[in-house]
């Protein structure tokens, strides 16, 4: 079981933009959702997170068809992130995780653990956009993650990150993991890919190029894997 991505398709106006895709994501993986600029990997997540549908095709988590799966059970990291820039960190990530059906009790307690494993204690009263970038990625990564979803979709989330505050959010994803959660992220980097999923899809130009254990996708094409995703 998990998610299944049954052979959609999506056009813009005259422009296909996804052909035929499938993919298979096991129920508490990390799966690694791998393309160049403009591949379709944001509007294939908007169609596993039924923000945009499939002209055809068919998307299921367990089973259920994805505009059924109640929202509060996704998390999503948008590439072009969402936080509220004038708003108080603490405030934000409470008033998002009530939203999504957390007692205040529930989401206060989570969001201090959360607070003191990432050390930005000191960042609670401040405005988002205050922080510096890396804490800001922080922040939305809680926003994400606070309301306890089954299923984390993030979109780039380790882009413009420096080395430190990317192995920071490395180890968020592996306790997320840990705790059993289906952890689908993009980016443009194999190497992210290598340091974390068993599993990757590489996608070229709407297209599903090559998928499957990372090993082994390594094992049969070398180094060309790395030439198949920029074509
Ligand atoms: P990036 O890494 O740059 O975010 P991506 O792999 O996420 O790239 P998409 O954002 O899914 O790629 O875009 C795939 C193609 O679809 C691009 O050519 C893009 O211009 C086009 N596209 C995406 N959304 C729309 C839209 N709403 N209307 C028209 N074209 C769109």
């Known amino acids: 079981m998990g998610l299944l991505v049954d052979q959609i398709n999506k056009s813009f106006g005259e422009v296909r933009v996804i052909k035929d895709l499938s993919m298979e994501v096991r129920e508490g993986s990390i799966f690694g959702f791998l393309g160049a600029n403009g591949a379709g990997k944001t509007t294939t997540m908007r169609m596993i997170l039924d923000i945009i549908r499939p002209d055809s095709g068919k998307i299921t988590w367990n089973g259920q068809n994805v505009n059924k799966v109640p929202r509060n059970r996704w998390g999503y990291l948008p590439e072009e992130r969402g936080l509220y820039p ?20 529930a989401a206060k307690k989570e969001m201090n653990e959360w607070f003191e494993r990432f050390q930005i204690n000191a960042n609670r009263k401040k405005k988002v956009s205050d922080l510096s970038k890396g804490n800001q990625q922080k922040i939305q990564f809680l926003a ?21 505050n990317a192995s920071v959010l490395k180890e968020a994803f592996l306790e997320m993991h840990r705790r059993g959660k289906t952890i689908i992220f993009s980016t443009h980097q194999l190497e992210q890919v290598e340091e974390m999923c068993e599993d990757v899809l590489i996608i070229n130009k709407g297209q599903s190029v090559v998928q499957g254990n990372v090993r082994e996708v390594k094992r049969q094409h070398g180094r060309n894997v790395l030439r198949l995703k920029l074509d």
């Open 144 to 164: 994400t993650v606070l309301h306890d979803p089954d299923i984390l979709i993030m979109d780039e989330p380790f882009s413009g990150l420096d080395p430190v």
């Open 86 to 105: 004038k708003m108080i960190v603490e405030e934000q990530l409470l008033f998002l995780a009530r939203l999504n059906g957390l007692s205040k009790q």
